[in-house]
């Protein structure tokens, strides 16, 4: 039985979590400085230990030397335990990465999207299969080993029918049963969140709003989008849709018409992203004289061309402004996270024009900061997500 709170066996449980959680989080401990950090007894600490190693959930690792007296024992959570993936969807490929229940990264792999005769529902299940197995062979493991999947996608999950939407330009991603599809191909639960919603996940635990509840994390890249959180829980809205600016109407772009349903790519053909995306940057840049093969690199190229360049930076910080300002005057954030391919390599000099722009546009003035994930921020946010989800099915002794 699984008992009652108050009960030794749910008090035992409550304190070989927190033990474990600290392990986690500061790396090998001592019986003394578990203790410690717990408020336990050296008693309660040591049967603490040997309950979790006899579980497998701990297991000595070296000792510390260099003191007075003899060496104390260190103790660390068995990686091995559990391990979980991660995966991020692009119109282009999947890329996956495995971690031991550590975090630790053990396994990546990426496989491109082909077009084959096979139905798109189909070939989906097939391309994360794959993605997923390549990533276990590099780590040496089996699906055995795996626990929790966490998928990263443009679009969101109706919670209403468990569709993906927002996502056209991803075909084959919205069955409604894609989720229990995947899952009986991996053997694991599976999670699919909305990619910029796992970017502001990173940010909000590895990232520059690690001290903010309310903020909004604004992605510009090949598509447009915004994480929302307030009160330190995303906002997802009534169809999954919220944050979804990419579709916004605003002055100078096409209007979306059609949404979701439209052909015309994962915009719908207009709104904001038809403003800052990827493509919208080259356009810029080359109206300029400025011909480049991706937008990182004509911005890169922008800030190096006095002159024209500096006209691309400044237009694109006015859009981008544009774009905020709408944002923030409905929802007031503390902080604001630019993010995304396009956010980045206009670095701290797209940032101040985006914020002088943006000072005379909005009476909300949110702090303004560009994103301090390294690394992939869809990755590390379903990361988070997947180890979170593990940790509480596999550190629960009760």
């Known amino acids: 039985m699984a008992g009652t709170p108050g009960t030794p066996r749910v008090l035992r449980a409550m304190n070989d979590r927190a033990a474990l959680d600290l392990l986690i989080a500061h790396g090998p401990l001592t019986r003394t400085r578990l203790g410690e950090l717990t408020g336990l007894s050296k008693p309660t600490a040591s049967q603490l230990l040997t309950r979790l190693e006899a579980a497998g959930l701990v297991r000595p690792t070296g000792s510390v030397t260099g003191r007075p007296g003899p060496s104390a024992q260190l103790y660390e959570v068995n990686p091995g335990v559990a391990h979980v993936a991660a995966l991020a969807v692009d119109p282009e490929g999947v890329t996956a990465v495995v971690a031991d229940i550590t975090g630790r990264v053990v396994g990546e792999h990426r496989v491109e999207a082909e077009a084959t005769a096979e139905p798109v529902r189909t070939r989906t299940a097939a391309l994360v299969a794959e993605v997923v197995d390549g990533a276990l062979a590099a780590a040496g493991l089996g699906h055995d080993a795996l626990h929790r999947t966490v998928i990263g996608t443009p679009g969101a999950l109706d919670p209403r029918t468990g569709t993906l939407r927002y996502a056209p330009h991803l075909p084959g991603w919205q069955s409604r049963s894609l989720r229990d599809e995947l899952a009986a191909v991996l053997g694991t639960p599976v999670v699919i969140e909305n990619d910029v919603n796992l970017a502001a996940v990173a940010e909000q635990h590895h990232g520059t709003a690690q001290d903010f509840d309310d903020f909004v994390l604004v992605w510009a890249d090949e598509g447009v989008g915004a994480a929302i959180v307030l009160d330190g829980n995303l906002l997802r809205g009534a169809t999954g849709g919220a944050g979804e600016i990419g579709y916004m109407p605003l002055p100078g772009a096409p209007l979306a018409r059609g949404g979701e349903d439209a052909t015309a790519g994962?915009?719908?053909?207009?709104?904001?992203?038809?403003?800052?995306?990827?493509?919208?940057?080259?356009?810029?840049?080359?109206?300029?004289?400025?011909?480049?093969?991706?937008?990182?690199?004509?911005?890169?190229?922008?800030?190096?061309?006095?002159?024209?360049?500096?006209?691309?930076?400044?237009?694109?910080?006015?859009?981008?402004?544009?774009?905020?300002?709408?944002?923030?005057?409905?929802?007031?954030?503390?902080?604001?996270?630019?993010?995304?391919?396009?956010?980045?390599?206009?670095?701290?000099?797209?940032?101040?024009?985006?914020?002088?722009?943006l000072t005379g546009l909005s009476l909300p003035r949110p702090l303004l900061r560009l994103s301090a994930v390294t690394g992939s921020p869809i990755l590390t946010g379903a990361l988070r997500i997947a180890l979170a989800d593990a940790r509480d099915t596999v550190f629960d002794t009760a």
């Open 266 to 357: 994962p915009d719908g053909g207009g709104g904001f992203q038809m403003l800052v995306a990827s493509a919208a940057v080259l356009a810029l840049a080359a109206a300029h004289g400025i011909e480049a093969r991706t937008a990182p690199e004509a911005l890169a190229l922008a800030a190096a061309t006095p002159g024209a360049g500096d006209d691309v930076l400044a237009e694109l910080g006015r859009r981008l402004a544009v774009g905020l300002a709408a944002v923030v005057a409905v929802v007031d954030p503390e902080l604001v996270v630019l993010s995304g391919a396009v956010c980045k390599a206009g670095g701290e000099r797209l940032r101040a024009m985006v914020e002088a722009e």
